[in-house]
């Protein structure tokens, strides 16, 4: 298996732009999550999606950020107008939730910088 | 609410000398515990996990780690460094019920001397 699939690895754009990150889960999982790195914050989950559906959205920071499962396999994080606060890495990942003792599987994460 | 504290932001240790990470967490049910690893500019992974099966539970790259309910604490331990153990390490619980989603600590940076 290819683990799980972010894209790009790396983005950079100006403020006020709309930036999209893609993510692929492991084939299988039917969870998946988004999670913000920063030095000053550390890892951070901003959203949760269970069989395709968002279950818990409470740590997505504001109504500039949103995300979408439309199937399985795939999972957009968009940001917009995106603002230089938003420069982090942020990582998508994966696990088959048959109960909390199942191991989270991350891609390599796409880093975000916003000039 | 769940959570989880590391203590120590940043480790130093002389290649060949033992590693202790140290974590301790709150729960009020049986905990699940994990410990991650994060190389520079690669997502983490999984080091090991502890689900009840054992108290002391041995990880990869020679790492383990001894669940201790009494003090509340899941620290990671190496007898001998290396200098590719140099990373972030990252411990979180899971939680037990709804959405199972981790609670992380705040990592430790371990550094490895020559």
């Known amino acids: 298996d290819a683990g799980v699939i972010q894209s790009p690895r790396h983005e950079v754009t100006e403020m006020g732009q709309e930036v999209t990150l893609r993510c692929k889960p492991i084939?299988?999982?039917?969870?998946l999550f988004w999670y913000r790195q920063t030095m000053m914050r550390g890892l951070e989950l901003l959203i949760y999606?269970?069989?395709?559906?968002?279950?818990?959205d409470s740590g997505m920071p504001e109504d500039r950020f949103s995300a979408k499962m439309p199937n399985a396999s795939f999972s957009t994080l968009k940001i917009q107008p995106s603002e230089p606060r938003d420069s982090a890495v942020y990582f998508c990942?994966?696990?088959?939730?048959?109960?909390?003792?199942?191991?989270?599987?991350f891609g390599p994460g796409t880093r975000l910088t916003v000039l | 609410a769940q959570s989880v504290t590391q203590l120590g932001s940043h480790v130093s240790v002389s290649e060949g000398a033992l590693v202790l990470l140290r974590c301790n967490y709150s729960s009020s049910v049986p905990p699940y515990l994990f410990w991650y690893v994060q190389y520079p500019n690669q997502g983490l992974q999984l080091l090991l996990k502890?689900?009840?099966?054992?108290?002391l539970v041995k990880g990869i790259n020679g790492f383990e780690a001894e669940f201790k309910k009494s003090e509340t604490s899941f620290h990671l331990t190496k007898p001998s460094a290396h200098m590719s153990d140099a990373a972030e390490y990252f411990c979180a619980v899971s939680e037990t019920s709804g959405t199972y989603k981790y609670i992380f600590g705040t990592g430790t940076r371990l550094k490895v001397l020559a």
């Open positions: 990942a994966s696990t088959m939730t048959s109960g909390p003792y199942n191991e989270q599987f």
């Open positions: 999606f269970n069989n395709n559906v968002p279950i818990d």
């Open positions: 502890y689900t009840s099966a054992a108290t």
């Open positions: 084939s299988g999982h039917n969870s």
